[in-house]
């Protein structure tokens, strides 16, 4: 009676070939393996690291309304001009920064009834956030600024995604305008005030455990950017209108930061 002959796979038939070019310890047929074996590696590492991050691929421009948040968004999107106004619904779309990065630029509306609702719709895909600033309305707002900029980063779920934070100085080119270094000791001020209120408001009410909203920076010392030890705050000076019609837009640190932070 004729043998049996056994059926091979062409998977098994390969792995055997493996095996043999293995036991030979061909110098150029190992190289080739550890090449492959690298290569796999990283893809595989390449996408845990992307899941890991959970699709996390937009930068947030929020803002009270009037800072020139749509404007900046048109700058980035189309290099233009655009005829701005109160924002009722979120801007979107894809940008390509100076290091080649593709990001999904989001406008999120500054007006008080719906920024928090936008605010939370995108607040998981978040991996950068720019806080837009007027600096010439900034003496008239910063309580306003104050508090939206705390609730934004006392918020539990923005606290633990803990995306890039930049404080954009923006308008510039107005004589009037604030610098981004008392825009920032100013607004340290302020913000150590709505501390303190939230404290107490919390400290009145029955069950404290409820809150939502993270402690932020240092109980035994006035707030300062520097004691949030989950976000690396800083500040640009920057010009979403140019100074004269043939003259660019001041927006190069902002670009310099998308390209360099994210």
């Keep these: 009676?004729?043998?049996?002959r056994e059926k091979i796979s062409?998977?098994?038939l390969s792995m055997r070939m493996l095996k043999d070019e293995l036991f030979k310890k061909d110098p150029v047929m190992l190289g080739v393996i550890v090449a492959v074996a690298v290569v796999l590696?990283?893809?595989?590492?390449?996408k845990l690291l992307s899941r890991g991050r959970g699709g996390r691929n937009s930068v947030l421009l929020v803002g009270l309304s009037g800072a020139g948040k749509t404007?900046?968004?048109?700058r980035l999107m189309y290099n233009k001009d655009a005829v701005t106004f109160t924002s009722t619904k979120e801007n979107a779309g894809s940008h390509m920064t100076l290091s080649k990065k593709v990001v999904n630029l989001v406008d999120i509306p500054g007006n008080i009834r719906q920024r928090q609702q936008y605010l939370d719709q995108y607040i998981t895909q978040a991996r950068g956030l720019v806080f837009v600033i007027d600096s010439a309305a900034f003496q008239k707002e910063v309580k306003e600024v104050a508090e939206y900029l705390y609730n934004i980063l006392s918020n539990a779920t923005f606290y633990k995604m803990s995306p890039k934070l930049l404080i954009m100085c923006n308008k510039q080119d107005i004589t009037l305008s604030k610098s981004a270094q008392v825009?920032?000791?100013q607004l340290e001020k302020e913000m150590n005030t709505v501390r303190k209120t939230k404290a107490a408001a919390l400290g009145s009410t029955d069950d404290s455990s409820s809150s939502s909203e993270i402690f932020l920076g240092k109980k035994d010392k006035p707030f300062e950017f520097s004691h949030l030890s989950k976000f690396k705050v800083e500040f640009v000076e920057c010009s979403t209108k140019p100074e004269?019609?043939?003259?660019?837009?001041e927006i190069?640190?902002?670009q310099e930061w998308l390209a360099s932070r994210l």
């Design 1 to 4: 009676m004729a043998a049996t």
């Design 10 to 12: 062409p998977f098994e």
């Design 41 to 46: 590696i990283t893809i595989v590492i390449y």
């Design 71 to 74: 404007l900046l968004f048109s």
């Design 183 to 185: 825009i920032k000791t």
């Design 244 to 249: 004269a019609d043939e003259d660019e837009p």
């Design 252 to 254: 190069g640190p902002l």
